[in-house]
């Protein structure tokens, strides 16, 4: 089967989907002997208008789990901004250690309707947005390990010519299932969806970095304090800020983030490859 073209196309605000999928598309490039591309819709202004392949061309596509799913705030995006015209693809899930739950399967979803078919499945553990603790340092150099072998394994799947007629098989339940609630030990459900970061005025110094790397542009450039729109949680400013000035300080958000570190912090998820 004949590839033209190797692109990665990713969502990832604290970039740990870029470097799953960055990776496995240039090793794949390498392998079929093609050039390779990227499509990078992070920030807002790379959300503009229609992305359109080829049906020569090999999309390995990423968003990071967010409660379960892909994120609420890039669905509508990812349903309606890309036309596959029969490229191959990849549907690739990074998720915080707890569980990719539906993410995997919904992806594949979307991309089949969008126009492409696709090949492989992966889900793998990168540092979750919310903690510094829960799947640390992941991906680490074992995860990229296994992505190396899917990608060796998606590439003789080309060459060889032995595709699958019909959607590739990944876990997940479909119907897609709601997004995953935050709850207590008594099980009552945590709301954090209005609860948006503070900024320590001690440590910042207003280089704009938090402002212009938002990826629902919710913060004032003016007054970065300001969060004047919604807050998806990707937790890029908190994670990334030169200063170290942003922080969450909502009760609901610390308890919810605590949980998931004492259930989820010991064991070791493990990633998971369909091809």
Same mark, same amino acid.
Not at 61 to 89: C, D, H, W
Not at 207 to 219: D, E, M, R, T, V
Not at 237 to 265: N, R, S
């Given at each position: 089967?004949?590839?033209?073209?190797?692109?990665?196309?990713?969502?990832?605000?604290?970039?740990?989907?870029?470097?799953?999928?960055t990776?496995?598309?240039?090793?794949?490039?390498?392998?079929?002997? *093609?050039?390779?591309?990227?499509?990078?819709? /992070?920030?807002?202004?790379?959300? =503009? #208008?229609?992305?359109?392949?080829?049906? !020569? +061309?090999?999309?390995?596509?990423?968003?990071?789990?967010?409660a379960?799913?892909?994120?609420?705030?890039?669905?509508?995006?990812?349903?309606?901004?890309?036309?596959?015209?029969?490229?191959?693809?990849?549907?690739?899930?990074?998720?915080?250690?707890?569980?990719?739950?539906?993410?995997?399967?919904?992806?594949?979803?979307?991309?089949?309707?969008?126009?492409?078919?696709?090949?492989?499945?992966?889900?793998?553990?990168?540092?979750?947005?919310?903690?510094?603790?829960?799947?640390?340092?992941?991906?680490?150099?074992?995860?990229?390990?296994?992505?190396?072998?899917? *990608?060796?394994?998606?590439?003789?799947?080309? /060459?060889?010519?032995?595709?699958? =007629? #019909?959607?590739?098989?990944?876990?997940? !339940? +479909?119907?897609?299932?709601?997004?995953?609630?935050?709850?207590?030990?008594?099980?009552?459900?945590?709301?954090?969806?209005?609860?948006?970061?503070?900024?320590?005025?001690?440590?910042?110094?207003?280089?704009?970095?938090?402002?212009?790397?938002?990826?629902?542009?919710s913060?004032?450039?003016?007054?970065?304090?300001?969060?004047?729109?919604?807050?998806?949680?990707?937790?890029?400013?908190?994670?990334?800020?030169?200063?170290?000035?942003?922080?969450?300080?909502?009760?609901?958000?610390?308890?919810?983030k605590?949980?998931?570190?004492?259930?989820y912090?010991?064991?070791r998820?493990?990633?998971?490859?369909?091809?």
């Amino acid at each position: 089967m004949k590839i033209t073209k190797v692109w990665a196309v990713y969502f990832s605000p604290t970039g740990n989907a870029k470097k799953v999928v960055t990776t496995m598309a240039k090793r794949a490039a390498e392998c079929l002997g *093609v050039p390779m591309g990227t499509v990078n819709f /992070t920030l807002p202004e790379n959300r =503009e #208008g229609v992305v359109s392949f080829d049906k !020569e +061309d090999l999309a390995f596509f990423s968003t990071p789990v967010y409660a379960g799913r892909i994120p609420n705030k890039m669905l509508p995006y990812v349903q309606t901004a890309f036309e596959g015209n029969g490229a191959l693809a990849v549907a690739v899930s990074v998720f915080g250690n707890r569980n990719f739950d539906d993410a995997l399967i919904e992806l594949r979803n979307i991309m089949e309707k969008d126009g492409f078919h696709t090949i492989a499945g992966g889900a793998f553990v990168g540092e979750h947005s919310f903690s510094k603790t829960l799947g640390q340092g992941r991906p680490d150099a074992e995860d990229m390990k296994v992505a190396a072998e899917f *990608v060796e394994k998606i590439a003789e799947k080309i /060459t060889s010519g032995n595709i699958n =007629e #019909g959607p590739i098989q990944v876990k997940g !339940e +479909d119907p897609i299932r709601p997004y995953y609630t935050p709850r207590d030990r008594n099980g009552n459900g945590i709301d954090i969806r209005k609860v948006k970061p503070k900024t320590d005025l001690d440590k910042c110094v207003n280089c704009g970095f938090c402002a212009k790397n938002c990826p629902l542009g919710s913060i004032n450039l003016e007054n970065v304090a300001e969060v004047t729109g919604i807050c998806m949680k990707c937790c890029k400013c908190v994670k990334l800020c030169p200063k170290g000035a942003k922080y969450f300080d909502d009760e609901g958000f610390l308890y919810h983030k605590t949980e998931l570190e004492e259930m989820y912090g010991i064991r070791r998820a493990e990633d998971e490859i369909f091809c």
